[in-house]
């Protein structure tokens, strides 16, 4: 119940166009989602949150869709850039510990 | 602000030896983590310290494992004695408060031979 399952595992986009990337939660009393980035040799990077009160959250090229009835949340990366490729984690938790998703690799293809 | 700081950034050592990886936190930040990430396991929490007291240790594999946080802008990650499965980047982050917004620092490679 503590899992969140990510998808897919690895993902080539071409540029300009949109990534995304999948999450699915059991534990109903996670109340804040975040979206980490990491490059490597770099460690991971906020990039966008959400809390289940709203559906939606924007952030530029960056938008995080939430589904609270299926217990699935996506991020979603418009006008995919060559410097968006890196690894994508999704996480989820109630308290200070951060349940992780496995991880996306992105590649955006030029 | 010069973000979170982790030293050494690659550490090579023999099965065996102690190891200690050390971290600055951001000036002002509260919460302290340490993390572990492998292929295999992925990120893994470690200890959670929050203003300077360990809250949570559940995540340390084992006694060989342990972490010390003298003062606020300092934390020490120990490893007594290493052994090959030890092998993974650590990662220290900090926060203003608990979870929200964590600042990772660029880890450090252990390699243990």
């Known amino acids: 119940q503590q899992q969140v399952k990510q998808s897919p595992q690895s993902l080539i986009v071409q540029k300009g166009g949109i990534s995304i990337i999948n999450c699915a939660y059991e534990?109903?009393?996670?109340?804040?989602f975040p979206w980490y980035q990491q490059f490597p040799g770099k460690g991971p990077a906020l990039l966008i949150a959400i809390r289940p009160d709203v559906s939606e959250k924007k952030e530029g090229r960056f938008t995080i869709s939430f589904n609270k009835s299926a217990k699935q949340f996506s991020l979603h990366i418009m006008d995919s850039q060559p410097g968006d490729s890196a690894t994508y984690f999704c996480?989820?938790?109630?308290?200070?510990?951060?349940?992780w998703g496995a991880g996306t690799k992105l590649i955006i293809k030029p | 602000d010069a973000g979170v700081i982790q030293s050494p950034r690659h550490e090579v050592t023999e099965m065996g030896q102690e190891v200690t990886l050390r971290c600055k936190p951001i000036?002002?930040?509260?919460?302290l983590f340490w993390y572990r990430q492998t292929m295999m396991r992925g990120l893994e929490l470690l200890i959670y310290f929050n203003n300077n007291v360990p809250i949570d240790d559940s995540g340390m594999p084992e006694d060989r494992f342990s972490a010390k946080m003298p003062n606020a802008s300092f934390s020490t990650l120990k490893i007594q004695p290493s052994e090959p499965r030890d092998s993974a980047v650590y990662f220290c982050?900090?926060?203003?408060?608990?979870?929200?917004?964590?600042?990772f620092g660029s880890g450090t490679q252990l390699s243990v031979l």
């Open positions: 534990n109903t009393a996670f109340d804040y």
């Open positions: 996480a989820a938790t109630s308290n200070y510990q951060l349940i």
């Open positions: 000036s002002g930040h509260n919460s």
């Open positions: 982050a900090s926060s203003a408060g608990g979870k929200e917004k964590l600042f």
